[in-house]
């Protein structure tokens, strides 16, 4: 079973820019969740998609924002860039919604702002 | 607010030793925690969950306890090997639709 796809894996941008990353989960898993790694923040939740609806959402600005497709795909999207959003981007997938379940993770978008 | 700290420092471990790593949360009633590992370049994975009303998990070579009246789990590593070297982190999560909230992880040396 493949596991999940992060694309792409590294991104340049400028400040000001947009940026949309994509996530595939492994195939049945129908909650996608999106999270923040940095060196001095560590992992931050960003949000959970389940059914195509935001379950849950993190303490981030509205710059960021995401959604899921019919097939559990997601987004999410990052507005008017920041150097504070350089970071590593995952996204992680689960059968369920809940934190009941073991989250897997892709392997992130590393995304450099300058 | 809600706090979860793992040793920032590196640990450093004999091949052959048991490593234990420590998380101590605060202000936080956990109904769930899980470890999982990381390596450099990489996405976390996941190794153990264990409930509230458990007191130990164990998996192979991995266990995990679950002190919720200290608030602490503690997450061993037995007969550690060189491939165990990764950084490790511990995540908790109350049993409605809350986000995981990650410590920042322990970086695990094991020295052959």
């Known amino acids: 079973k493949a596991g999940v796809t992060q694309t792409p894996r590294y991104l340049i941008k400028t400040r000001g820019q947009q940026v949309t990353l994509s996530c595939s989960p492994i195939s049945g898993h129908r909650s996608v969740s999106w999270y923040q790694q940095t060196p001095g923040q560590g992992l931050q939740f960003l949000f959970e998609?389940?059914?195509?609806?935001?379950?849950n959402k993190g303490n981030f600005p509205g710059r960021f924002s995401g959604r899921q497709f019919s097939n559990s795909r997601s987004e999410m999207n990052v507005s008017t860039l920041e150097l504070g959003d350089s970071a590593l981007y995952l996204c992680?997938?689960?059968?369920?919604?809940?934190?009941?379940?073991?989250?897997?993770f892709g392997d992130g978008t590393r995304l450099s702002i300058l | 607010s809600q706090k979860i700290e793992q040793n920032s420092e590196a640990l450093n471990i004999q091949e052959g030793k048991t490593a234990t790593l420590t998380c101590n949360y605060t202000n936080y009633s956990p109904a769930y925690l899980q470890w999982y590992r990381q390596d450099p370049g990489r996405g976390p994975v996941f190794l153990l969950l264990?409930?509230?009303?458990?007191k130990e998990k164990r998996k192979e070579r991995l266990k995990v306890t679950f002190d919720t009246t200290l608030k602490q789990s503690l997450f061993h590593i037995t007969a550690s090997q060189p491939a165990d070297s990764a950084t490790y982190l511990c995540?908790?999560?109350?049993?409605?639709?809350?986000?995981?909230?990650f410590g920042k992880g322990t970086h695990l040396i094991i020295q052959p």
């Open positions: 995540a908790l999560s109350g049993g409605g639709a809350d986000g995981l909230t």
């Open positions: 998609y389940f059914s195509e609806t935001q379950r």
């Open positions: 264990i409930r509230e009303n458990e």
């Open positions: 992680a997938s689960s059968l369920e919604p809940g934190r009941r379940e073991p989250q897997h």
